[in-house]
């Protein structure tokens, strides 16, 4: 059974930075790609940042800049590294991936993100 756990969220004042994490029951090199998604109350899911098995990075208009999407293979981690944080960044981020062979996409069960004075 598959498993992306996050962690990391929190409250950050505006300006600030968190780092979110998210760990691969398994190994990472089974995806072909990974990303975060965020879900603010009320709205809609949206894509945050992908990451693609060659390396290849794709970010939402929104967060170019400001945040940075990598991977430690090693830990079967990604990475969500978030500067300069805004209030309308507040939401619920989830991690996501694409199996390899299967071609199922797999989620994680969110980390809440706050950005507040």
């Known amino acids: 059974q598959v498993q992306l756990v996050e962690s990391g969220g929190g409250l950050v004042q505006p300006g600030g930075s968190l780092r979110l994490s998210c760990v691969v029951s398994g190994s990472i090199k089974d995806f072909y790609f990974m990303g975060w998604y965020r879900q603010a109350p009320g709205k809609q899911r949206d894509l945050v940042a992908t990451?693609?098995?060659?390396?290849?990075?794709n970010y939402a208009d929104s967060v170019k800049g400001r945040f940075t999407i990598s991977r430690d293979n090693a830990k079967n981690t990604v990475y969500l590294q978030m500067n300069s944080l805004k209030p309308e960044d507040t939401a619920v981020y989830f991690c996501v991936g694409g199996a390899l062979k299967s071609r199922q996409t797999y989620w994680g069960q969110g980390t809440q993100v706050t950005v507040s004075s």
């Open positions: 990451l693609a098995i060659e390396g290849g990075t």
